[in-house]
């Protein structure tokens, strides 16, 4: 497993039973956690990690401390020091509950909620997280590489959307529960790690190329039209995706596609090289897998009938290109989610009701 951190330090600032107050995880960073608790002892708290094939890291903690007798409904939990081994998209997210975060860098703070998520570009951080006490706080971070987003989406897209967000005069952004759901990820320890890990993995794919569409669909859109005025016509990305996805079925060759747009076969590659760094046959096959890997996900069809509806009518043939793309098959991926979807949905019912009663 790559990891874009070069080290990781974080100090526990509440009182623990076991003399693990300060915790070193460079030696971790080269392993997935699958579950590790800390010894509070007032609370409770623990966490999981996960490192992709594709350079990306997912931490998910969940963190429930008990309210202090002294008074004060906010207490320091937690400081943090990265330094990573190139600039990375640094994402901030909180599920349930609330949480302050202090940038030492700037000195300011960012209220995180289930609206607002802190988004950032950096080569290093330093930063202190506080939470609300009496109720339980869900948490996550992760972390992608310039370089591996660059694999991702191309290194166009990738440029514009570091440039977008270091730009922009606030790190928290309302992204709305559409896209920060995306980061729920079970930490049921009784649901084999592995399926937790794989569902977690397309999530923050998921999650990627919606931030994408956040963030910069308005400046392609605007971008297309300035060509289109010039006479050279270059859809907007987004438009292309949609028009491969709803077209997914048939699998369009690159002249039907660029037949679509009025454009010539080399103008539409030119333009999807240029966008996402990819072939345009590559382009299309990869959106037709994602869009199978969210069917999955999200709907009750069988395997078959997901695989015919994205372009694939054999089995065979759908499991190879899926398992290449994911590194797990649709098989594998339908199983996890019959095992982690009855349990998610009672642990976060249980958690909100819980924290429902606390604000009441």
């Known amino acids: 497993?790559?990891?874009?951190?070069?080290?990781?330090?974080?100090?526990?600032?509440?009182?623990?039973?076991?003399?693990?107050?300060?915790l070193s995880f460079d030696g971790y960073l080269a392993q997935d956690v699958e579950w590790h608790q800390y010894p509070l002892r007032q609370g409770e708290a623990g966490f999981c990690s996960m490192g992709f094939s594709d350079s990306i890291f997912f931490y998910h903690s969940r963190l429930r401390l008990?309210?202090?007798?002294?008074?004060?409904?906010?207490?320091?939990?937690?400081?943090?020091?990265?330094?990573?081994?190139?600039?990375?998209?640094?994402?901030?997210?909180v599920l349930n509950g609330r949480a302050i975060r202090h940038d030492f860098i700037n000195g300011r703070d960012y209220v995180l909620d289930e609206n607002r998520v802190y988004l950032n570009t950096a080569s290093h951080s330093h930063f202190l997280v506080s939470?609300?006490?009496?109720?339980?706080?869900?948490?996550?971070?992760?972390?992608?590489?310039?370089?591996?987003?660059?694999?991702?989406?191309?290194?166009?897209?990738?440029?514009?959307?570091?440039?977008?967000?270091?730009?922009?005069?606030?790190?928290t952004h309302h992204l709305?529960?559409?896209?920060?759901?995306?980061?729920?990820?079970?930490?049921?320890?009784?649901?084999?790690?592995s399926l937790r890990k794989m569902q977690a993995h397309g999530r923050c794919l998921e999650f990627i190329s919606l931030l994408v569409q956040h963030f910069l669909d308005g400046r392609m859109d605007v971008e297309t039209s300035c060509a289109q005025r010039q006479g050279t016509l270059t859809p907007a990305l987004s438009e292309i995706r949609d028009y491969v996805r709803r077209r997914a079925k048939d699998r369009l060759t690159l002249k039907e596609l660029a037949e679509v747009f009025g454009v010539s076969d080399k103008t539409i590659s030119n333009h999807l090289m240029k966008q996402t760094g990819m072939p345009a046959a590559q382009f299309m096959r990869e959106q037709r897998l994602l869009m199978a890997h969210e069917m999955i996900e999200q709907s009750t069809q069988s395997l078959g009938e997901i695989g015919r509806r994205c372009g694939y009518p054999h089995m065979s043939n759908f499991s190879a290109a899926f398992r290449k793309m994911f590194d797990y098959s649709p098989t594998e991926l339908r199983q996890s989610v019959q095992m982690i979807q009855p349990n998610y949905q009672s642990t976060y019912a249980s958690i909100n009701s819980e924290n429902r009663n606390r604000d009441t």
């Not at 939990?77 to 990573?84: G, N, T």
């Open 66 to 93: 008990e309210s202090n007798p002294q008074g004060g409904r906010t207490e320091k939990y937690s400081q943090a020091h990265e330094v990573f081994n190139e600039p990375v998209l640094k994402v901030h997210g």
């Open 1 to 22: 497993m790559q990891t874009p951190y070069k080290s990781l330090f974080i100090e526990v600032l509440v009182p623990c039973d076991e003399p693990v107050t300060i």
């Open 131 to 171: 939470v609300d006490t009496g109720i339980t706080t869900d948490s996550v971070h992760m972390v992608i590489s310039q370089s591996a987003m660059s694999t991702l989406i191309g290194t166009e897209l990738t440029q514009a959307l570091f440039e977008v967000i270091i730009s922009s005069p606030d790190k």
């Open 176 to 193: 709305g529960q559409s896209v920060t759901q995306n980061f729920r990820c079970d930490l049921d320890v009784s649901i084999p790690f």
